[in-house]
């Protein structure tokens, strides 16, 4: 029987604001366990919790760019559970006024395929903190309770866990490239929850399954693709699907149940008493405004349009923002597009990634690209020596037109000069020029060599050879 899945996603994400969202506590990751903490993310009796602004607008940002319906007035809720890393015994969130609502982002799936995913929500809330298990004892560390975290809520657009994989990754190029959070999933500022459910095609949504415990984009692929084949297994057996939560098991590959799933009733929801609805202003939102910025998929557009770059290059271009920026640098500073992008994509990233650095970090510069570039382009040098232009630039923080002079690299590309050498090499080996006149196509490989050998390797290839073919021919 062939049923249709249907996958949505919850993924949280950690802002990137410097303190936490109700309290005055920093927002960091790595610090000694319970020394980011105070009485408001402690859960303190008594204590009242005070709203960072920053971390709204950023809430907003996001919810703009996935085209939702800006809430005029944002509702802080409690959420009512139990749980060791929540101190107060609630959690502070929204739930019926969220900070956007509805929404839509186009995926990329390939092969000029453009897939549009509708979401429910974007909602603002506080973290939990962490608890660390052994096997003897759980020990919490509650630096991360407080920290601001976005929840985006997707319809159940996706089909399948590629598709879900896809979507989350440029989801998470999304959010990076406007600066909310720096979405590592590894250290767990960008995280991922999955429902899935399967029906006969056509009969609608069947009963969801929750997945968990999902760190990386690979295991969303991998739990779901999991998921649907229990799920169908039941089906198909005449059983029906338990709604609950399950965990993904990364080792041994499966899902395992957790416990049922909870309603909204069942965390008694109301209005948060010690915090005002927020309600933007022309101001705030102008703000909002002002921090936009062109996402990845509208900028890989334009670049193909503008630059006739194929896919892989331009998914190597837009993967990062600062990558992005430094390619429309340099050919702004007049680096050819398809040379730049080649660059960029091999030599350039072999060296960043050898010394552990970024394009950020590095001594390149786009004007210094777009010059190494041209070097090549124009024949001033060779491709292989502008790979050692490049190795000494990382090295010595030059210029490529320093280096070249410095070290006396630019090529040879005199027509009277070259055609002098190719002369004395005639002279020289006389023999073998008599056997290549007589068919012997192979030696003109020693010929260039010879050529080379007398120039220092300076001799331009393109000149010398097509002076030696006319020398070659004016002698049959």
Not at 45 to 56: C, D, F, M, R, T
Not at 74 to 99: G, H, L, W
């Amino acid at each position: 029987m062939d049923y249709q899945i249907f996958i949505g996603l919850e993924i949280h994400i950690q802002l990137l604001t410097k303190t936490k969202i109700f309290c005055g506590c920093p927002n960091r990751f790595g610090d000694e366990p319970n020394t980011n903490v105070c009485p408001v993310c402690l859960g303190y009796p008594g204590v009242l919790p005070s709203l960072n602004e920053e971390a709204v607008k950023k809430s907003y940002l996001v919810a703009r760019a996935l085209n939702c319906r800006l809430s005029e007035k944002a509702v802080f809720e409690r959420k009512n559970y139990f749980y060791p890393d929540m101190p107060k015994n609630y959690q502070i969130t929204q739930y019926a006024s969220p900070c956007g609502l509805g929404g839509t982002m186009d995926i990329d799936l390939g092969d000029g395929n453009i897939k549009t995913i509708r979401f429910h929500d974007v909602h603002l809330e506080e973290d939990a903190g962490k608890m660390i298990h052994t096997p003897y004892q759980s020990r919490l560390d509650y630096n991360r309770a407080g920290t601001p975290l976005l929840e985006i809520v997707t319809e159940p657009d996706l089909e399948s866990g590629e598709e879900a994989e896809l979507f989350l990754q440029q989801f998470q190029r999304m959010v990076r490239y406007l600066g909310v959070t720096d979405a590592n999933m590894e250290e767990g500022s960008m995280r991922c929850d999955a429902n899935i459910s399967l029906n006969e095609r056509g009969k609608g949504l069947g009963r969801k399954v929750e997945i968990k415990n999902l760190n990386s984009s690979r295991f969303v692929k991998k739990a779901l693709e999991y998921e649907a084949k229990r799920q169908a297994k039941v089906l198909k057996s005449g059983g029906t699907v338990e709604q609950e939560t399950r965990l993904w098991d990364e080792g041994q590959n499966r899902s395992a149940g957790m416990r049922s799933k909870e309603n909204a009733h069942d965390y008694r929801y109301f209005p948060e008493p010690d915090l005002p609805p927020f309600a933007p202003g022309p101001e705030f939102l102008a703000g909002v405004d002002d921090l936009m910025v062109e996402l990845p998929l509208n900028r890989k557009q334009r670049l193909r349009e503008a630059h006739g770059l194929n896919d892989q290059q331009l998914d190597f271009i837009i993967a990062e923002k600062t990558t992005a920026d430094f390619f429309e640098a340099a050919v702004q500073a007049g680096a050819p597009a398809q040379a730049a992008a080649s660059w960029l994509g091999s030599d350039i990233q072999k060296l960043l990634n050898r010394d552990g650095l970024t394009l950020d970090e590095s001594p390149l510069t786009p004007g210094r690209m777009a010059e190494l570039v041209n070097l090549v382009e124009k024949d001033r040098i060779s491709n292989k020596m502008g790979k050692e232009v490049l190795e000494i630039l990382f090295q010595e923080d030059k210029d490529p037109e320093a280096i070249v002079k410095e070290r006396g690299m630019e090529q040879v590309a005199d027509q009277g000069e070259l055609t002098a050498v190719v002369e004395q090499v005639f002279t020289a080996h006389p023999q073998v020029v008599e056997a290549v006149r007589a068919g012997e196509q192979r030696q003109i490989g020693f010929l260039m060599g010879q050529i080379m050998k007398a120039t220092g390797g300076s001799a331009n290839p393109k000149i010398a050879q097509k002076i030696l073919q006319e020398k070659l021919e004016a002698g049959r």
